[in-house]
């Protein structure tokens, strides 16, 4: 089967350093996406890796591995308004979207 | 701005009352959208993917004959949730890809609460 695994809850602290794993487990790989969604609002989007290494936008990065099926998103100098949750979405050989359950971050003073 | 859009964001209805849920891309076509549900504090899930001009396929465990999804344009795609019942009050999404390969924009929810 097709699986998606990311925490489920991360804690930070304001001005810090996070790292958010996703590892997948799916039939092809068409690229992998993050996307952020704060409570009752509908995801945005973040990136999206298609080939190894390392994407940089601002204060968040994304990695990706194929060979290890292993991405994850890196948000630097947290603030506050990062509290939401993370999904990682892995879009596989047929052209869908695969997604994990997301990763709640909480973001401490 | 936004490039896919929803209307309405809120709605309440009583139940057994259907609800209809519009998704448009503004600013490009598209073939596929897809339609989500999320429940407070869960993930979202995939309800059925929207096909322009032809049946929308739909996830396992997802009433077809409940939901009903019409992909008539090429930008705009409906969801209507038949005889509504609280159990479905939820936050309706919809997404669509913007272009070959590119981003998948997401609408801003509907959220529905049936009374």
């Known amino acids: 089967g097709q699986n998606i695994d990311q925490p489920t809850e991360m804690t930070a602290t304001e001005g810090a350093i996070v790292q958010i794993n996703c590892t997948y487990q799916?039939?092809?790989?068409?690229?992998l996406f993050w996307y952020q969604q704060h409570a009752g609002e509908a995801p945005t989007f973040l990136s999206y890796?298609?080939l190894d290494g390392l994407e940089e936008k601002g204060r968040f990065s994304s990695f990706l591995s194929r060979s290890k099926g292993y991405s994850y998103l890196l948000l630097k100098e947290l603030q506050m308004k990062d509290s939401a949750s993370y999904l990682c979405?892995?879009?596989?050989?047929?052209?869908?979207?695969?997604w994990g359950a997301g990763t709640k971050l909480i973001i401490k003073p | 701005g936004a490039v896919v859009s929803q209307h309405p964001s809120w709605v309440i209805c009583k139940s057994g009352t259907s609800v209809k849920i519009e998704c448009r891309s503004l600013?490009?076509?598209?073939?596929?959208m897809f339609w989500y549900r999320q429940f407070p504090k869960q993930s979202l899930m995939l309800m059925a993917t929207?096909?322009?001009?032809?049946?929308?396929?739909?996830e396992q465990g997802v009433e077809k004959d409940k939901f009903l999804i019409n992909h008539a344009s090429l930008t705009l795609s409906t969801l209507t949730v038949t005889s509504a019942h609280p159990e479905d009050s939820s936050f309706y999404i919809c997404?669509?890809?913007?272009?070959?390969?590119?981003?998948?924009?997401f609408g801003e929810g509907s959220r529905l609460t049936v009374l």
């Open positions: 997404s669509a890809w913007k272009g070959e390969g590119g981003e998948l924009f």
């Open positions: 600013d490009f076509q598209a073939t596929t």
């Open positions: 929207s096909n322009e001009g032809s049946k929308a396929t739909y």
């Open positions: 799916t039939s092809g790989f068409n690229g």
């Open positions: 890796n298609v």
């Open positions: 979405a892995v879009k596989d050989s047929n052209y869908q979207l695969i």
